[in-house]
């Protein structure tokens, strides 16, 4: 990689990754199970308090197997964040099943009032809530959850940027029927690719688990009475997800420095910040901003990319994706107004005060001249 570049989330290994994949080549477990995945899934497990992980080949895998495991099929009507990555929802339509998107609020997050109004207005209940808990910082769990009791939708938290992010001093992830994490290569511990689903059921992931390695009956011939998939997490990426863990809370306490660093920084600049909602601690995966009105991201970002430093607009709602332009959503304009003026900034952490103040400098500059 360039190092003079400033990149957005690049990966940081902690330096005990190498050994561990060393011992993986040791024992030549050069495969989709082995030692390393089960101590992967546990220190998850430690880590979180959640009794019942999977460690497979994505976050995506992952809100896939919570889909087939709940039993989501084709035509059933599936809630999710519409201000979200198209990794949350594409798994809805690998089952064939309906999204139905459902807007922000001023916590950037899923509105649990539009929530409610959405259930007002469908056709038939809906099996499932995949809910985003965007750039690290947690979703209004509390009214999310009794609205999901009282209606019988099955939780599925998109915990992909949120891992190492507390919810009343419970981690994100372990309040639904599932959560997800992801260790994609920009998240913010990083195994280069992987996930894991989490449920406080054990036939949930026992079934999973069962799915993820092609549904293969316990027979020694080569038995099928459902069709699963190849989702397993390696044992290779599993040593690197050790060794990631053991580094995961000094690096959500160093996110959160560099937000405070931004935040101090760009006082008085007429700039917004996603909201942390009191009693959470968020994780700060990325220092999200959103710009006066008069400023459009896309600049800002060519700006930015003339100085080797990378941004990125938040992400575009999709409801807003010509991929689901046929697709039914209850909106308020709120997640489309934060597209239209958000921005992440670079929250890598290895990033020092210096590197910050840089950012922070060039971005006061091109608030100035606009
Ligand atoms: C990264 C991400 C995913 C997908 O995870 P992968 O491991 O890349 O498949 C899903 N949802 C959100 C919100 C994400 O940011």
């Not at 050994?19 to 546990?42: H, M, T």
């Not at 039993?71 to 809805?92: E, H, K, N, P, W």
């Not at 950037?108 to 809530?129: D, Q, V, Y």
Request: charged fraction near 20%; include cysteine; hydrophobic fraction near 40%.
């Amino acid at each position: 990689m360039n190092k003079n570049r400033i990149f957005l989330s690049p990966p940081e290994m902690g330096g005990n990754e190498q050994n561990y994949i060393k011992q993986v080549f040791e024992s030549n477990y050069i495969a989709p199970l082995g030692a390393f995945v089960d101590r992967f899934e546990e220190s998850i497990k430690s880590y979180t308090q959640c009794s019942h992980a999977l460690a497979l080949s994505s976050g995506t895998a992952a809100l896939h197997l919570a889909l087939r495991v709940t039993g989501v099929r084709a035509g059933d009507i599936v809630l999710a964040s519409s201000f979200t990555f198209i990794g949350s929802v594409a798994a809805i339509l690998y089952q064939k099943a309906e999204p139905v998107f459902i807007d922000s609020d001023n916590s950037w997050n899923l509105s649990p009032l539009l929530l409610k109004k959405a259930l007002t207005m469908l056709k038939k209940p809906p099996k499932a809530l995949i809910l985003t808990h965007l750039y690290g910082q947690c979703a209004q769990l509390q009214e999310i959850i009794e609205i999901c009791r009282n209606e019988n939708i099955i939780l599925i938290e998109d915990a992909a940027e949120s891992l190492g992010a507390f919810y009343h001093n419970k981690s994100s992830g372990t309040f639904g029927d599932f959560g997800v994490f992801s260790f994609n290569g920009n998240k913010i511990i990083t195994t280069s690719g992987g996930g894991m689903l989490l449920s406080p059921y054990k036939d949930f992931i026992e079934q999973a688990r069962f799915l993820s390695t092609q549904a293969k009956e316990p027979f020694i011939h080569y038995e099928h009475n459902t069709y699963g998939y190849n989702y397993r997490l390696s044992n290779i990426l599993a040593a690197i997800g050790v060794g990631q863990m053991e580094v995961l809370e000094q690096r959500v306490l160093k996110r959160r420095q560099i937000f405070e660093w931004y935040a101090q920084e760009l006082e008085g600049c007429h700039i917004e910040f996603m909201p942390e909602l009191p009693n959470t601690r968020g994780n700060r995966w990325l220092s999200t901003i959103k710009l006066p009105a008069h400023i459009n991201p896309k600049t800002v970002v060519e700006l930015f990319e003339k100085h080797n430093i990378e941004t990125r607009p938040l992400w575009k709602p999709m409801h807003l994706q010509p991929l689901f332009t046929d697709t039914q959503k209850v909106i308020d304009g709120t997640s489309e107004e934060l597209f239209l003026h958000g921005l992440c900034l670079p929250s890598g952490g290895a990033m020092n005060k210096e590197q910050v103040c840089f950012v922070a400098d060039i971005l006061k500059d091109i608030i100035r001249k606009s």
